[in-house]
């Protein structure tokens, strides 16, 4: 049986490009700054996203760690998004090592958080207080189907952030899926943070590694806390390796996963049973609500026919497009759901 595996777009491989210049990447010890194929990447990292510098570490949730302990103390708050991966998916890491309290704003059905919210859950100065130490965004946002933040939505933030003297971090996992759906170069929507975390492990196809990017300054101090985290690497060439291919080759294809995407959503949505708008879905992340029983049942009747989907909680069901999954999968994805719900529905109707 074919498998469709629509789970994340983490489930990439490498590709054979990548696994050639893997094998060919010259390398050196990356903690002495020695390594010539790391110093590439982070170059290449700094100059596609607007900013001085660059530290390649293990994954976006290192990377996300990496900034918030970077610009905040003990005790201190960052005003994240109620949906926000790094508030949810990252283990309560800025809490639980760097004792940082998540503030949390409500995030909008399309990822933003309103520039009104920020500026009320900015500390006052006063002895009462914690001190605010950062304001997180997201772009693309996971939790919000991929929803892409404008230039305009992230300055509205900034702007606010900045006037009280915060800074921002840009939790750009799928930052490129962001800057592709919208035609802009990447650095378009990040000129207002002051640093921003990418991943390299997503649609972008290499098997390992994030980017955090940010100033001269700000990377100095972050490559300190990446090595208080077990994050310094050795001869870690053969895997920047695979993550210049992936700025370099994977960048601009993005723009069929999201194709793939909308046309899985637009199918999806004349299913009986299943919930979701179409309009709604802009990248590679299609969540839909699922109406005639319990969305682990159909996940797992998806995953029997071969069609695999994660499981998001309540009755939403998560599908990601991505390089391994082809037009015709989707289709063929679409014939599938279509027949699994129909056995769905019969079943209910006999019971
Ligand atoms: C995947 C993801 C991360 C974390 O990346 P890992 O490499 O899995 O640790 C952070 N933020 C967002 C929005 C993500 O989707």
Redesign the pocket.
């Known amino acids: 049986m074919k498998v469709i595996d629509l789970r994340s777009d983490?489930v990439t491989l490498p590709t054979p490009a990548m696994r050639q210049a893997m094998y060919e990447a010259e390398c050196g010890d990356d903690v002495w700054g020695e390594d010539p194929t790391v110093g590439r990447l982070e170059r290449m990292a700094a100059q596609v996203t607007g900013k001085e510098a660059a530290v390649f570490v293990?994954?976006?949730?290192?990377?996300?760690l990496t900034a918030v302990l970077s610009w905040c103390g003990r005790g201190d708050e960052a005003i994240v998004g109620d949906q926000?991966?790094?508030f949810l998916?990252?283990a309560g890491g800025a809490s639980a090592l760097g004792g940082v309290a998540y503030h949390t704003a409500p995030n909008d059905e399309r990822g933003r958080l309103a520039p009104r919210d920020v500026e009320a859950a900015i500390r006052a100065d006063n002895i009462h207080y914690p001190r605010t130490g950062l304001v997180c965004l997201?772009n693309?946002?996971?939790r919000c189907s991929g929803a892409v933040l404008t230039p305009q939505d992230t300055r509205a933030v900034a702007e606010v952030a900045h006037r009280h003297g915060i800074p921002v971090h840009l939790?750009g996992?799928?930052l490129f899926n962001a800057a592709v759906y919208l035609g802009i170069p990447a650095r378009e929507l990040t000129k207002d943070v002051d640093s921003v975390?990418f991943?390299l492990?997503?649609g972008l196809c290499a098997p390992i590694g994030?980017l955090l990017c940010g100033s001269g300054e700000f990377i100095r101090k972050a490559r300190r806390i990446r090595k208080m985290l077990g994050g310094g690497m050795r001869q870690v060439g053969v895997i920047a390796a695979a993550g210049i291919v992936a700025l370099e080759a994977m960048v601009d294809r993005l723009a069929e996963d999201h194709q793939n995407a909308h046309r899985l959503a637009v199918g999806l949505a004349g299913i009986p049973g299943i919930r979701l708008d179409p309009e709604r879905v802009q990248t590679n992340i299609v969540i839909f609500q699922w109406k005639l029983g319990l969305a682990p049942e159909l996940i797992a009747g998806l995953g029997q026919r071969g069609v695999k989907a994660s499981y998001m909680g309540g009755d939403q069901v998560r599908m990601v497009t991505h390089h391994g999954v082809t037009a015709q999968d989707i289709e063929d994805a679409l014939t599938v759901a279509a027949d699994v719900a129909q056995s769905f529905r019969a079943a209910g109707v006999s019971r």
């Open positions: 983490t293990v994954s976006g949730t290192m990377g996300n926000a991966h790094v998916n990252e997201e693309t946002h996971n939790d996992a799928r975390s991943c492990s997503k994030s």
